[in-house]
C-alpha cells in the first residue's frame, strides 16, 4: 500500500501548489501509418496515405511552476493503413486494410514559455498506454487476376488467405473469384489489448477569456511494441501464415484541437 499512497500524496501535492488546473476535451485529425517491413518488402503490396478520427479527447492539466507542468489525457483515436495490393501488371487489384481503434492514455510532461501574453507555445513529451477497443486486419483481391508469389512462400502459403489460387506456369498466382477475408481480429485474440508508445507535440496556447484557453498542437506518438499477440508473431516466424513477418510499429501524426477551462486565473488576464 506505500506505494498507491505515495503517488496519491504526491498528485494531491502538486494539485494544492500548482499554479493552474485545467480541464478540457479535445479532438484531433491524424495521418495513420502501420509501418510493416514484411509488407514493404513484399511486391503485392503498396502502401497509401490513410487519413482518421481521433474524435474526442478530455485532458487533466496541472501546470507544477511557470514553465512546467503535467497533462494526463485519455484520446478515442482511429488507426490504421490501406495497403493496395497490386498485380503483376502493376495494378490496384485489391487491399490490404488494418482497421484499429485505440483509448489512448497519454502522460505528458509540458514545457512551457514563461510570458505571459495571450499566446504562447509549448512542447510535450512523454509515454502513452494505448488500450486496444477495435482491431480487424482484412484482405480482399479482385477476380481473375495474377499476383506474383513473395519469396520464401509457396501457393500452399498464399491459399491460406485465398483457397481457391491457382499456380500460373511464370511463378504467380491467380484468384479466380473476387474474395474477402479477415485475416486477423480482436475477437480471435490476434491483437495485444494493449500497447506502449511515445508521444510527443509542439503547440499554441491562446487565451480566450479569464479562464477559458484554445490549444492547437501538432502531435507525434510510435509504438514500441508490436501490435499482435505472440502467437501470431511466432506463427508467420515459423512460416505457418501467408505473410513475410516484419515487426509493426503504430505511427501517428496528426493536429489536435482542444478547448480548456482553468480553475484560476489565465496569465494573460491576471
Known amino acids: 500500500m506505500?506505494?498507491?499512497?505515495?503517488?496519491?500524496?504526491c498528485l494531491f501535492a502538486l494539485t494544492v501548489s500548482a499554479q493552474a488546473i485545467r480541464f478540457g476535451a479535445t479532438t484531433a485529425y491524424?495521418?495513420?501509418?502501420?509501418?510493416d517491413k514484411g509488407l514493404s518488402e513484399d511486391?503485392?503490396?503498396?502502401?497509401?496515405?490513410?487519413?482518421?478520427?481521433?474524435?474526442?479527447?478530455?485532458?487533466?492539466?496541472?501546470?507544477?511552476?511557470?514553465?512546467?507542468?503535467?497533462?494526463?489525457?485519455?484520446?478515442?483515436?482511429?488507426?490504421?493503413?490501406?495497403?493496395?495490393?497490386?498485380?503483376?501488371?502493376?495494378?490496384?487489384?485489391?487491399?490490404?486494410?488494418?482497421?484499429?481503434?485505440?483509448?489512448?492514455?497519454?502522460?505528458?510532461?509540458?514545457?512551457?514559455?514563461?510570458?505571459?501574453?495571450?499566446?504562447r507555445?509549448?512542447?510535450n513529451f512523454g509515454p502513452q498506454l494505448s488500450i486496444l477497443t477495435r482491431a480487424v486486419e482484412s484482405i480482399q483481391a479482385n477476380a481473375g487476376n495474377s499476383f506474383a508469389i513473395p519469396s520464401g512462400l509457396t501457393i500452399a502459403d498464399i491459399r491460406q488467405d485465398f483457397p481457391n489460387a491457382t499456380l500460373n506456369p511464370d511463378g504467380s498466382y491467380t484468384v479466380p473469384a473476387n474474395t474477402a477475408k479477415d485475416v486477423l481480429?480482436?475477437?480471435?485474440?490476434?491483437?495485444?489489448?494493449?500497447?506502449?508508445?511515445l508521444a510527443a507535440a509542439?503547440?499554441?496556447d491562446f487565451d480566450l477569456s479569464?479562464?477559458?484557453?484554445?490549444?492547437?498542437?501538432?502531435?507525434?506518438?510510435?509504438?514500441?511494441?508490436?501490435?499482435?499477440?505472440?502467437?501470431?508473431?511466432?506463427?508467420?516466424?515459423?512460416?505457418?501464415a501467408s505473410d513475410i513477418f516484419g515487426s509493426r510499429a503504430n505511427v501517428?501524426?496528426?493536429?489536435?484541437?482542444g478547448l480548456h477551462y482553468s480553475l484560476g486565473v489565465l496569465r494573460s488576464r491576471k
Open 43 to 119: 511486391p503485392r503490396y503498396n502502401s497509401t496515405y490513410t487519413y482518421n478520427l481521433a474524435p474526442i479527447g478530455f485532458a487533466f492539466g496541472v501546470d507544477v511552476v511557470r514553465k512546467f507542468g503535467l497533462q494526463l489525457e485519455s484520446i478515442l483515436s482511429n488507426q490504421g493503413q490501406i495497403y493496395q495490393l497490386v498485380n503483376t501488371a502493376k495494378q490496384v487489384a485489391g487491399e490490404r486494410k488494418i482497421d484499429l481503434q485505440y483509448l489512448q492514455l497519454p502522460l505528458m510532461m509540458k514545457f512551457m514559455g514563461g510570458g505571459s501574453g495571450a499566446v
Open 202 to 204: 509542439f503547440g499554441l
Open 210 to 240: 479569464r479562464h477559458l484557453m484554445l490549444s492547437t498542437q501538432v502531435r507525434a506518438n510510435y509504438s514500441l511494441t508490436d501490435m499482435r499477440n505472440g502467437d501470431v508473431i511466432n506463427a508467420i516466424k515459423s512460416g505457418n
Open 185 to 197: 481480429t480482436k475477437e480471435a485474440n490476434d491483437f495485444k489489448n494493449t500497447e506502449f508508445s
Open 252 to 257: 501517428l501524426v496528426g493536429v489536435q484541437l
Open 2 to 9: 506505500r506505494i498507491p499512497c505515495t503517488i496519491v500524496f
Open 30 to 35: 491524424n495521418a495513420t501509418f502501420v509501418l
Open 121 to 123: 507555445g509549448n512542447f
